[in-house]
């Protein structure tokens, strides 16, 4: 866990302060009911993923790849919800690079355009290409790779040599294997891989179309196991629950963890305004399928679901209880009512990129050196997200100031005798 | 969304106490004797930088060589102060795009150099082209990097440094312009519907800049070249063709010591521990011999380092638990939350 906890954690609550207690405990529990849920609803996604994949892979054509792309599209929706369970959680923290792991140097997995570039200052195996090779060196050792398995992405390829952009498995490798390389550069339009790479026989297209065929299985296959595992970790006596019972108030500032590092330095800073700076149509989180505008989207709404202990289930149900925003509320109300201003006016500064988008405005071209309405999408979304962030500061500010109120010990009277 | 790196501390803080200090005063003596001071010697180094470039844009000059050494040195002690006018228009990522993990620096200068972009020959359109190709890193490649000098196209590369001088330049005083006037005053007073709605809001973000410099020196300038211990990874190191790896984390010590110490200006004990903290920590760095950190792979050299990066995070601990509760706040979110 990269972040350090925001709040006090060595609180000894008063008498007093039980109410506050046991109110806390249940913004938790439902904290965690939307975690069960989503990562669930991640699940029964990837689950239909892999159904479809396998039609595909059994009978290749474009009708099949169609239904495979669009069960990847519709997975996306739920899990992007959860990635707000990232900071703060180191179990998901920890967990997570096998399933999202991105930017991804693809030449490790497949052929690439000639324009891809060799090996990089960063990254000797960038054009390793897997499905073309049964066998090769890593660090040194010899892999036999005769058998493309789960077990082998993931225990032997993934994040190979220690580099991160080594990204073998997970949603991207899959995206990667359902859409090939966008190469329309800041024009529309995603990868375009033909199903003819896979089929098996002399109509194979792109070369060695069973171990791309069983690439793609070994990858879903993992995917589906990696979501059963973290789901599990959040059903009751789960790991992921269990540990936001150890203190309250540690569970409050995971919330607040996980809320204010996706705004701000991973949503705001490296997904979005780092792209738009280096102008670069490569530097989109889903640049496969051209699915960045709904990336953020639902990103953002993971933020908002969080905050208003609120979650809409991919069968339409709704999962809900008591909230931060109650928390808050009771705390200081005009507070609250600053912090859902803010995630609406994100949420709808993320929604006109995602309708912009959906209306043929790509996202890669919103990147486009000169293109001024893109980047002030862009710009907007990202606005919203930094000045959210200042809210969350807010809160955690305000919430430590009652916690303190809760204690009365040495730390309010005589500042410098926590320290001796 | 790559794995968080499992080196950094994970530690608990302590209740935090009431401020008893005067929060108008320390932010006033940090943003006048801290923080306007070294914008001002930044400016005046990116200026002497820019007519360095005019006078000899060669590689080889010596006034050149020494005039972006010392400009870059001036950004470095700065680096930390990454809000207000650093964040307007992409300044502080135009002045130095780092880590650059793809590449794309070299890829932005070759795609300049080989078509000789005449947007490489105007300061004025350069200010639109990929940060990636602007800024103290892209000079190191213009001067310091064999496969780019290699390009040819000499005329074209003298200007392209001319203006990656000008556009610093230029980016340095429009900074230095903001904080002189109308930034200083925002932060010196804080009132309910600004940016700033309190003292202690100034004073949250003047630690948080602190703390932040200081988690960059420790995972990105240490952490990066020291990948694991089985595999070191030396060519990551920050600046490194300059030979100014480790230079950049002293500049950067020194500068962070000058905040951490004008912070705690209230509390005489608290300075004068912090200020010996750092120089511990300066003492490590000085016992390194190798600028660029090249010998990672041997252990001993391995070692110097490490410990310097252990250092630098117990400093980062120390000043959240000293500090942060002395002047009531908190660390906040940066942009190192994301990867």
């Known amino acids: 866990?990269?972040?350090?906890?925001?709040?006090?954690?060595?609180?000894?609550?008063?008498?007093?302060?039980?109410?506050?207690?046991?109110?806390?405990?249940?913004?938790?529990?439902?904290?965690?009911?939307?975690?069960?849920?989503?990562?669930?609803?991640?699940?029964?996604?990837?689950?239909?993923?892999?159904?479809?994949?396998?039609?595909?892979?059994?009978?290749?054509?474009?009708?099949?790849?169609?239904?495979?792309?669009?069960?990847?599209?519709?997975?996306?929706?739920?899990?992007?919800?959860?990635?707000?369970?990232?900071?703060?959680?180191a179990i998901v923290d920890d967990w997570e690079g096998k399933v999202n792991a991105w930017p991804l140097d693809e030449g490790l997995i497949d052929y690439v355009d000639g324009g891809y570039g060799g090996p990089s200052d960063e990254n000797e195996h960038a054009v390793l290409n897997v499905v073309a090779n049964p066998g090769f060196t890593l660090s040194g050792k010899e892999i036999d790779a005769s058998e493309i398995t789960p077990k082998l992405l993931a225990e032997t390829l993934h994040e190979a040599d220690g580099i991160e952009a080594n990204v073998a498995t997970g949603y991207h490798a899959i995206e990667f294997l359902l859409w090939g390389q966008d190469l329309n550069g800041h024009s529309a339009g995603a990868g375009n891989r033909s199903y003819t790479d896979y089929i098996q026989g002399d109509a194979c297209t792109g070369g060695n179309c069973d171990r791309r065929a069983a690439y793609l299985t070994a990858a879903t296959a993992l995917l589906v196991s990696d979501l059963e595992w973290m789901t599990a970790q959040w059903a009751d006596g789960g790991a992921g629950r269990t540990a936001l019972g150890e203190s309250e108030a540690a569970g409050i500032s995971t919330m607040l963890t996980g809320m204010g590092s996706l705004s701000y330095g991973e949503q705001a800073g490296e997904r979005m305004r780092l792209g738009l700076m280096l102008n670069d149509p490569e530097e989109e989180h889903d640049c496969f399928s051209d699915n960045t505008h709904n990336s953020h989207y639902y990103d953002g709404l993971g933020v908002q679901n969080v905050y208003l202990g609120e979650y809409v289930r991919v069968d339409g149900t709704l999962v809900s209880g008591p909230s931060l925003s109650d928390l808050v509320a009771s705390a200081d109300a005009g507070l609250d009512t600053e912090m859902k201003t803010k995630l609406s006016t994100t949420m709808m500064s993320l929604g006109r990129i995602k309708s912009a988008a959906e209306a043929g405005f790509a996202y890669d071209q919103m990147l486009e050196q000169g293109n001024t309405a893109g980047e002030a999408l862009v710009m907007g979304g990202v606005n919203g997200l930094i000045d959210q962030t200042k809210t969350i500061e807010r809160i955690v500010a305000k919430l430590e100031i009652e916690q303190i109120e809760f204690e009365g010990s040495d730390s309010l009277d005589n500042p410098t005798a926590v320290f001796e | 969304m790559m794995i968080r790196s499992l080196t950094a501390l994970a530690f608990t803080l302590l209740p935090l106490a009431v401020a008893a200090q005067d929060h108008q005063a320390t932010n006033?003596?940090?943003?006048?004797?801290?923080?306007?001071?070294?914008?001002?010697?930044?400016?005046?180094?990116?200026?002497?930088?820019?007519?360095?470039?005019?006078?000899?844009?060669?590689?080889?000059?010596?006034?050149?060589?020494?005039?972006?050494?010392?400009?870059?040195?001036?950004?470095?002690?700065?680096?930390?102060?990454?809000?207000?006018?650093?964040?307007?228009?992409?300044?502080?990522?135009?002045?130095?795009?780092?880590?650059?993990?793809?590449?794309?620096?070299?890829?932005?200068?070759?795609?300049?150099?080989?078509?000789?972009?005449?947007?490489?020959?105007?300061?004025?359109?350069?200010?639109?082209?990929?940060?990636?190709?602007?800024?103290?890193?892209?000079?190191?490649?213009?001067?310091?990097?064999?496969?780019?000098?290699?390009?040819?196209?000499?005329?074209?590369?003298?200007?392209?440094?001319?203006?990656?001088?000008?556009?610093?330049?230029?980016?340095?005083?429009?900074?230095?312009?903001?904080?002189?006037?109308?930034?200083?005053?925002?932060?010196?007073?804080?009132?309910?519907?600004?940016?700033?709605?309190?003292?202690?809001?100034?004073?949250?973000?003047?630690?948080?800049?602190?703390?932040?410099?200081?988690?960059?020196?420790?995972?990105a300038r240490l952490g990066r070249p020291l990948g694991t211990f089985e595999r070191p990874r030396p060519r990551r190191a920050e600046a490194r063709r300059s030979e100014r790896s480790l230079r950049n984390v002293v500049v950067s010590l020194k500068a962070t010591r000058d905040l951490a110490i004008t912070l705690a200006r209230e509390d005489e004990a608290l300075a004068v521990t912090l200020g010996a903290a750092f120089g511990d920590s300066l003492a490590l760095a000085e016992r390194i011999k190798d600028p660029a950190f090249a010998d990672l792979n041997d252990p001993q050299g391995r070692l110097k380092v490490e410990i310097l990066q252990q250092s630098v995070n117990l400093l980062r601990e120390q000043l959240n638990q000293t500090l942060g509760p002395h002047l009531g706040v908190g660390e906040g979110f940066n942009a190192l939350d994301g990867d």
């Not at chain 2, 400009?71 to 964040?87: C, K, N, Y």
């Open chain 1, 1 to 89: 866990m990269k972040r350090a906890l925001l709040l006090s954690t060595a609180i000894c609550l008063g008498a007093s302060a039980q109410a506050k207690a046991a109110e806390m405990a249940e913004v938790l529990d439902t904290y965690a009911n939307i975690a069960e849920a989503a990562f669930g609803d991640s699940l029964t996604t990837a689950k239909t993923l892999q159904a479809s994949v396998d039609a595909f892979v059994a009978e290749p054509s474009a009708e099949n790849l169609q239904a495979a792309r669009a069960a990847w599209l519709a997975s996306r929706v739920p899990y992007q919800q959860t990635e707000v369970y990232r900071f703060g959680n």
């Open chain 2, 28 to 219: 006033h003596a940090v943003i006048d004797e801290h923080i306007l001071p070294a914008f001002e010697t930044f400016a005046n180094a990116t200026e002497a930088l820019k007519t360095a470039a005019q006078a000899d844009c060669s590689a080889r000059s010596p006034e050149l060589l020494q005039a972006y050494h010392t400009g870059f040195d001036a950004w470095i002690a700065v680096s930390h102060l990454r809000f207000g006018p650093t964040e307007v228009e992409d300044r502080a990522f135009a002045l130095a795009f780092w880590p650059d993990k793809k590449g794309f620096t070299p890829k932005s200068l070759t795609g300049l150099i080989k078509v000789q972009n005449p947007d490489g020959l105007d300061p004025q359109a350069f200010k639109h082209v990929s940060i990636a190709a602007r800024g103290f890193f892209a000079l190191e490649f213009m001067l310091y990097d064999e496969a780019i000098a290699a390009l040819g196209a000499e005329a074209y590369q003298c200007a392209l440094i001319q203006t990656i001088a000008a556009d610093i330049d230029a980016n340095s005083d429009a900074i230095l312009a903001e904080w002189a006037g109308p930034f200083s005053q925002l932060m010196k007073t804080p009132s309910e519907d600004a940016i700033y709605r309190s003292e202690s809001e100034v004073t949250q973000e003047l630690f948080k800049s602190l703390v932040t410099g200081l988690q960059f020196s420790a995972e």
